[in-house]
Structure formats: C-alpha cells, structure tokens
C-alpha cells in the first residue's frame, strides 16, 4: 500500500522554525516528483513547493518563497520541508503528496500523507 | 498568480441527482485543471486531472470538461459516500493554485 507519513508539527513561536518530515512507502520514492501543500482551518488547500524525482528542480509558492526550503532523501524515502521565520498565518495542517503528469496531463497530487498540524502562536 | 473561482461554494442535494460544479480561471490554462474531493479531516483526493481525465479507481459517475477558463465537474448520480467538499487546482505556470472550494451538503 502507498503512504505517506508526516511529522514534525509543533506549536512554535512567531519567528520560529520547524523541519517537517515525510516518509513514504509502498512504492518506488526516488521515482516521483514530490510536493508540499497547507490547508488553513477552514480554507482550501495551498501549494507551497514542488522538488523532482532528483531534487534538482525545485520550485515554491510566493507565500514561503525565501522561508521554506524543501529538499529531499532517496537513500531515506523522504521530503522534508524546513520552515523559518514563522507567522501566524502559517498555521494549517501540512501534507506531502506525491506529484505525476508531464507537460501534456499537468501536474497532479495522487497520494497524499495524512497532515501534521503547524501551530504558530505566542 | 492565476485564481481559481469556484462556484458555487455550497449546494443541497439528494441521493440520485446529478451534481455540476464550475472552477473558472482568470487567465486561460489550457487543459491543466485537476478536481479534487475532500472529506472532514482527511487529505485531498484527485478524481480527475488534465481536465476530463478520470483517475484510477474514481467511479465512472465522476466526469470532468473544459477548456481555456471554464472548467465543469459533474456528478452524474449523487451517491452517499459523495457528500464532501470539492476543489479545482490548475497546473498551468509553476504557482499552482486551487479554488476555495465547492460543498456539497445533503438536501
């Protein structure tokens, strides 16, 4: 079975920092492209980065863009997503999900982890 | 960034109907237009990208349309474990983006 795990999600501090984790398994993980999204309570989901299956393409939503850093571990099945410099509208329910489509289907999320909750509050 | 309007943002219905709901863009995305189901407190699920394409497993009364800035999901017959909240994401530039969102709630 494909899954994904998150974890890392913490209550921290306005200015703080975070490294979220996620682990896969059930399927071939240095294969896929991955990404990070967020989904504040009440809002729809937010796309925050994209990193391919190699890690040399990497891009972010203008929202995090010089705050979150992705990056990723094949040898480890893992992304992971450092956060710094936290506000209070970071505060959401974080999710990895696995990327697929090329330049003719776009890009899709098809498996996606079950969320660790961000907290950012003084 | 290119926004992704949805409506309407809520709706009743009943088992057996059938359910439209439109995702608009403001700049045109081709085809790249995804739809997406989520249930309370748990992940998104894609049921249909590149438009009109049904993903794996998504039962046939799913069926997507649309081109350009229009964009449909249609719900051929409503069935019970259907009453959730629905989102279109585009693909088209590097900033993806989703809508806010589509609930559909039991008449």
């Known amino acids: 079975e494909m899954q994904l795990v998150e974890s890392g999600g913490a209550l921290v501090q306005p200015g703080g920092s975070l490294r979220l984790s996620c682990a896969a398994s059930?399927?071939?993980?240095?294969?896929?492209?991955m990404n990070w999204v967020r989904q504040a309570p009440g809002k729809g989901p937010e796309w925050l980065s994209y990193?391919?299956?190699?890690?040399?393409?990497?891009y972010y939503a203008a929202s995090v863009k010089g705050r979150f850093t992705i990056s990723r571990d094949n040898a480890r099945n893992s992304v992971f997503l450092q956060m710094k410099t936290l506000r209070v509208e970071d505060t959401a329910v974080y999710y990895c999900?696995?990327?697929?489509?090329?330049?003719?289907?776009?890009?899709?999320?098809?498996?996606w982890g079950t969320g660790t909750t961000v907290t950012v509050s003084s | 960034d290119i926004q992704m309007t949805q409506s309407p943002s809520s709706l009743s219905a009943s088992v057996g109907d059938r359910v439209t709901i439109t995702c608009r863009s403001s700049?045109?995305?081709?085809?790249?237009l995804n739809w997406y189901q989520q249930k309370p407190g748990k992940a998104p699920r894609v049921l249909v990208y590149a438009a009109s394409s049904l993903q794996s497993g998504v039962p046939s009364r799913f069926s997507g349309s649309g081109s350009g800035t229009d964009f449909t999901l249609t719900i051929s017959s409503l069935q019970p474990e259907d009453f959730a909240t629905y989102f279109c994401?585009?693909?088209?530039?590097?900033?993806?983006?989703f809508g806010q969102g589509t609930k559909v709630e039991f008449k």
């Open positions: 994401q585009q693909s088209y530039n590097t900033s993806w983006t």
């Open positions: 990193i391919s299956s190699s890690g040399s393409v990497i």
């Open positions: 059930g399927f071939t993980f240095g294969s896929y492209e």
């Open positions: 700049h045109s995305i081709s085809s790249y």
């Open positions: 999900a696995r990327g697929r489509g090329d330049y003719v289907e776009g890009h899709y999320m098809d498996v």
